[in-house]
Nanobody
Framework: VQLQASGGGSVQPGRSLTLSCVAS????????IGWFRQAPGKEREGVSC????????HYVDSVKGRFTISRDNAKNTVYLKMNNLKPEDTAVYYC??????????????????????????WGQGTLVTVSS
């Protein structure tokens, strides 16, 4: 049972990147999955999450209108499309879920991000660097 994040890289401000999170060993479509990030010298923070069906999504204010989360359950994959990247988006990005806290949807979906320190399953992280 694992998550594998990929797609990071080094880009200039204003450019785009798409991160992927591939789940294996379990049916990802049964769980909400979140993207988190940790910038140098800062605590890890939630960025966005999506419910198991892909119908409900949630974003933190700092990325609203720039990031789009989506999923393809046939491929057991969750994506994070990041547009108009800013230097403050520089961080290691992780995807995560949990067998208990990942069973949320609707107006409870944001709880997945609030459970930052409680989630059981984490991907290995992919580095995004935004710099001119």
């Amino acid at each position: 049972v694992q998550l594998q994040a990929s797609g990071g890289g080094s880009v200039q401000p204003g450019r785009s990147l798409t991160l992927s999170c591939v789940a294996s060993g379990f049916t990802a479509g049964e769980f909400a999955i979140g993207w988190f990030r940790q910038a140098p010298g800062k605590e890890r923070e939630g960025v966005s999450c999506i419910d198991g069906s892909g119908i409900t999504t949630h974003y933190v204010d700092s990325v609203k209108g720039r990031f789009t989360i989506s999923r393809d359950n046939a491929k057991n994959t969750v994506y994070l499309k990041m547009n108009n990247l800013k230097p403050e988006d520089t961080a290691v990005y992780y995807c995560a879920t949990d067998p208990v806290f990942g069973i949320v949807s609707g107006n409870r979906l944001p709880e997945l991000l609030w459970r930052n320190g409680d989630l059981e399953l984490w991907g290995q992280g992919t580095l995004v660097t935004v710099s001119s």
